[in-house]
């Protein structure tokens, strides 16, 4: 598959960026007149915040601030991450942080007399429902508040903090060039975008072996460079945790999610030890079914069965999400179904495109969601995936304040992975024979719990250990780097795969290094999604609870609002539940299997 330029794409494949703006110059005005708000307010309210009542005012004014930075940062970032190398997309994007900036700085005396305020304000404030979840944030940052002064100043480099983020995708996007490799005479194009959405589970073992040579080639020309910016972002992170009094850098990054350090821990421990057998065993199955000797790196996202990997149009793809959220009921479907005729979704596989797959959520505007469409059923599993976030930003946007409307990183993804249990369960059930039965279960083992509770997983448990090294006093280069990934993996996948030093490269592949502890929270949003799922099975007001789950936003705790579904995230039965149930899944593939070999 060969990267095209973005003007050769249909218009119904991208996506219409007007129900932000306008265009550029409709962009530029809503920054002058976002800054003159800011302007307003600071002059309106900077020495003049005691009372309850002062911060109520306030609060109320600065929501509407907020919401045009959530459409001006959105805009901004949106068009480049679609082509980086359109320079009109690149102005738009500075000219978005440099006005996230400014506006950061000039508010930022808010969130220090918010912090500073008595606790009895804040008391106050948090009984009003509007408020809650920025006045339980506020309280507990409080003891790690720093002079107005140096607030300022961490303000002030924002830019500069996230340069790391910003560096690596650029690379991703435009540096990280892959060779052709050729087969029988065949040249074959190679990409970032070609290998993750395409070679990676080709059905000609040939073909993924030099697909993933050429590309692993590719990431290690740069593999220095990538090294130095995540060592900057993790040391910056570290700064900050000891700047801001916190016991150690995971307890930093963990504060915002409201979790702890037990529950990040018991996330990666219980997966690596208990669910890395049930993986090795399907594994070792797809291995066999498939006539592999080994199985390598190379090979570890192979199809059970390859010939019933169906090409799928992106119209039916729309069908499949709509009869897969089909049991969450009229309401959701409704909301959801809108994205095709309003183009929420940039699908264009497209020169200099960001390789990955995200949803932004312009609060009350409609989301947006960016992919790369290759034609696998892979694509749409990211498809269900996006609209799933999609769809939690509708509800929580539409039933909450901007202020409760985040949900917790740490259970973030939950309402897309659930999209995709609806996906996986609605093929099983549409077949009659067990060869398109394993089809459909495979397909959930591989496309939504291997993606989330293996790939992300495994970051995490590397970051763990990169994290560990630095607030140890360490540092790295790509060489520890290279050999802390390849023990993780070894670790997880025993004997069921092989792994070698290009696979030890795996963690120049993703952005989420730069998000902090992120990675590991795809995993506890599954298992969430998973009690879910099965709360909606099994429960004839399920579909209800989890309506009521996704409108609830940030206005409450992780653990509070996992337990609107009936899910408990302070034992380990959740976590426990989602093992079992992915290990009788694999029992039941491994039933049809024999079925079909009778």
Sequence with gaps: MEL???????????????????????????????????????????????TTDDFTAALYELEQIYIQQSHIINYSFMPQTTDFSNEEFAEIAASGDDFMTKASVALSFFDTALAEADDAVLD??????????????????KAHLLAPEVEKAITNLREVLGAPYDIYTKMRAGDFAMDDFEIDGKVYKNSFVTYENFYQNHEDAVVREKAFRSFSKGLRAHQNAAAAAYLAKVKSEKLLADMRGYDSVFDYLLDEQEVDRAMFDRQIDLIMNEFGPVAQ??????????????????????????????????????????????PLGQEYSQEVARYQSERWVDFAANENKDSGGYAADPYRVHPYVL?????????????????????????????????NAHM?????????????LLLSDYLENQFNNPRQKRFALAHRLTDTYFHNFITHLLEAAFQREVYTLIENGGTFGAEKLNSIMKDVLSKFWGDAVEIDDDAALTWMRQAHYYMGLYSYTYSAGLVISTAGYLNIKNNPDGANQWLDFLKSGGSKTPLDSSLIIGADISTEKPLRDTIQFLSDTVDQIVAYSAELEK
């Design 281 to 326: 065993r399907y594994l070792k199955h797809v291995a066999a079914v498939n006539g592999l000797e080994k199985m390598t790196f190379a090979d570890w996202k192979l199809d059970i069965d390859n010939e019933l990997n169906p090409e799928v149009s992106i119209d039916d793809a729309y069908d499949l999400v709509m009869k897969s959220v089909a």
């Design 408 to 420: 917790s990183t740490y259970f973030v993804e939950a309402p897309s992975t659930l999209n995709e």
């Design 371 to 403: 992919m790369s469409w290759t034609g696998r059923m892979s694509d749409v599993y990211t498809l269900i995936h996006e609209i799933g976030h999609s769809g939690q930003f509708i509800f929580s946007d539409n039933n909450q304040s901007f202020f």
């Design 4 to 50: 095209k330029p973005r003007s050769e794409f249909p218009e119904n494949e991208l996506w219409d960026l007007t129900a932000l703006y306008k265009d550029r110059e409709d962009f530029l005005l809503a920054i002058e007149k976002a800054l003159a708000d800011v302007a307003q307010f600071k002059q309106n309210y900077e020495g003049n915040l005691k």
């Design 124 to 141: 106050e404030l948090e009984k009003n429902p509007h408020f809650s979840s920025a006045i339980r944030q506020a309280k507990r940052q």
